[in-house]
């Protein structure tokens, strides 16, 4: 498994900006899916965002619907970390952000295909 600590979350007003890290520990950093997932007070765990190695030098970006064109997430492999950046931020967007590391590069919005995860930092969008 993989060692993830995430840091970055805090509490922002609506329409404010936020950047996530997650830094992990492995020596194949570049090839592991790298995902971003968050888990609202009541409501069950939900993707965000993912970015896989698609071979050589090239990697992929997906996003669920409700944060695309919000949300970035991208990739350090020389530092082996991975950022979310969370622009026009909702108070829906409100909850535990986890970030999580497969070995697989499909199905990457199942939280299932992901067998490390981090701890979790907060994120509170006020309005």
């Known amino acids: 498994q993989v060692q993830l600590v995430e840091s970055g979350g805090g509490l922002v007003q609506a329409g404010g900006s936020l950047r996530l890290s997650c830094a992990a520990s492995?020596?194949?950093?570049?090839?592991?899916?790298m995902g971003w997932f968050r888990q609202a007070p009541g409501k069950e765990r939900e993707f965000v965002a993912a970015?896989?190695?698609?071979?050589?030098?090239?990697?992929?970006?997906y996003y669920a619907v409700s944060v695309k064109g919000r949300f970035t997430i991208s990739r350090d492999n020389a530092k082996n970390t991975v950022s979310l950046q969370m622009n026009s931020l909702k108070p829906e967007d409100t909850a535990v952000y986890h970030c999580?590391?497969?070995?697989?590069?499909?199905?990457?919005?199942?939280?299932?295909?992901?067998?490390?995860w981090g701890q979790g930092t907060q994120v509170t969008v006020s309005s």
């Open positions: 999580a590391a497969s070995k697989f590069n499909t199905n990457w919005s199942a939280g299932t295909m992901y067998d490390s």
């Open positions: 970015i896989t190695w698609g071979g050589a030098s090239t990697y992929y970006a």
């Open positions: 492995t020596r194949t950093f570049d090839t592991y899916t």
